[in-house]
């Protein structure tokens, strides 16, 4: 289990149990079933119309944000930290609006997690 999925499931724990009344049979379930956020359908609905469908952005995208980030190099990836992009997603960053008003932070490490699979081994 990677750094990625670790706090994916923490972060749904901790989501499911603000959510539900803490019964002991919840929250158990909830830690160890937790919740599967799927990442590629949040992305599809709220990611791609900028950042494109493989996460290369749109022409337009491109042309009407001139710093928009592009997820299929993998040294974007390594030129950022994972907790950059969380804050950069939750609060906004530049052109792009906050989206903590619309996902939960377990949708937001989903997506995270799943632009991370964007990128191009090299
Ligand atoms: C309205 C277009 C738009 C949408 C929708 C959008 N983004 Fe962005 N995104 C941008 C732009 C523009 C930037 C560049 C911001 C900057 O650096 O000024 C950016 C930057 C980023 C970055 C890089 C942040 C950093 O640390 O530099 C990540 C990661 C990212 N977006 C992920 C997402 C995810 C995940 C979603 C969907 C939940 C999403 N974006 C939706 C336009 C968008």
Redesign the pocket.
Known sequence: MNVFSLSMVVAAAAVFSLRAPLHGSRLKQAILVPQEVDGKA??AK??K???GVLGAPTKA?RQQ?K???T?VDSTFFAT?QHK??I???TNG?????P?KDK?TAAE?EA??KY?HTLAKKS
């Open positions: 949040l992305y709220n990611c119309q900028c950042h995208a944000y710093n928009i980030a997820f950022h950059e992009f804050s950069a997603i960053k530049g052109d792009m609006l989206f996902l937001i997506t995270v632009i």
